[in-house]
């Protein structure tokens, strides 16, 4: 049985450096506004991106209470910006964040961790409890943020959360498998350092060739996944499969059995069996 302390490793991700007043942040409401977004987001996840987010699209959704807010570096240009929509989900109103994009070069800056803050600044204002997103479990740098940085609580696993037709041919590779989380807009908390994972307890995902890990009945089990999975779509898909098939197990089954996700420390996806549930 894979133990942590077998896969004891540094944390691959530091804490945001507090840039966040080296920037200014404003909504961004003009046709010219909109073209930049569009520009960033090609910039962002490249020029095979299909899911891009059109200009009158981004107009409308303001319209219909979107809340799309921008980082302006000292120089004027966009560096960053967060867009969402406003609907009813389960019979309550709830804002579904669809995009948060950083410059490449200005990530781990405070940018995108004080563009989620404002988020939920604006939609708390707009009597909304609650805002939603995805993101790929097998990305532990937006792991990291979500969970260790915002404090967000995962609901729900979806395989092929975008169909067959993936977000990007990057995507292509592993699929477009992601973890649908929630963050309350009433509590507001400073983020914790993460602690390291227990050392003893089992690790029940792998990204190596062979057997996979057992999924065993334990009270706290570790999720592990690789400290960059897009350097591995690329130089090694194989690997990168292996990684989400054996992840998307671990996840498909824990959750389903009622565990819950309680953090992210040092690349491992924490994942707990709440008192008085099962064994």
């Given at each position: 049985m894979q133990t942590a302390n077998r896969h004891d490793r540094k944390a691959t991700y530091t804490y945001a450096m507090d840039e966040s007043d080296l920037y200014r942040y404003r909504e961004l409401t003009s046709h010219e506004d909109h073209e930049r977004c569009v520009a960033l987001q090609r910039v962002t996840w490249g020029d095979d991106f299909r899911e891009l987010v059109p200009p009158a699209f981004l107009l409308v959704a303001q319209k219909l209470g979107g809340v799309l807010l921008g980082a302006f570096d000292p120089?004027?240009?966009?560096?960053?910006?967060?867009?969402?929509?406003?609907?009813?989900?389960?019979?309550?109103?709830?804002?579904?964040?669809?995009?948060?994009?950083?410059?490449?070069?200005?990530r781990d800056h405070g940018i995108g961790r004080h563009l989620k803050e404002?988020?939920?600044?604006?939609?708390?204002?707009?009597?909304?409890?609650?805002?939603?997103?995805?993101?790929?479990?097998?990305?532990?740098?937006?792991?990291?943020?979500?969970?260790?940085?915002?404090?967000?609580?995962?609901?729900?696993?979806?395989?092929?959360?975008?169909?067959?037709?993936?977000?990007?041919?990057?995507?292509?590779?592993i699929g477009s498998d992601r973890l649908i989380v929630e963050w309350p807009t009433g509590e507001v908390g400073a983020p914790k350092a993460p602690?390291?994972?227990?050392?003893?307890?089992?690790?029940?995902?792998?990204?190596?060739?062979?057997?996979?890990?057992?999924?065993?009945?334990?009270?706290?089990?570790?999720v592990e996944v690789p400290p960059d999975i897009q350097a591995l779509k690329r130089e090694a898909p194989k690997t990168a499969a292996a990684w989400r098939e054996s992840t998307r197990r671990a996840f498909t089954h824990y959750l389903?059995?009622?565990?819950?996700?309680a953090g992210f420390p040092r690349g491992f996806y924490l994942l707990q069996r709440p008192e008085g549930l099962g064994a």
């Open positions: 120089g004027g240009d966009l560096v960053g910006f967060v867009f969402g929509l406003t609907g009813l989900r389960d019979g309550e109103p709830t804002h579904w964040s669809h995009m948060l994009a950083v410059r490449n070069d200005l404002l988020q939920r600044t604006r939609v708390a204002a707009l009597g909304i409890r609650r805002i939603q997103w995805t993101f790929d479990p097998l990305v532990a740098r937006n792991a990291h943020l979500n969970l260790n940085g915002l404090g967000v609580r995962v609901l729900q696993y979806v395989e092929g959360m975008y169909g067959e037709s993936p977000v990007s041919i990057m995507d292509s590779v602690a390291a994972p227990p050392s003893v307890a089992p690790v029940v995902s792998s990204g190596g060739i062979g057997a996979l890990p057992d999924l065993v009945d334990a009270p706290v089990v570790l389903a059995l009622g565990y819950e996700v």
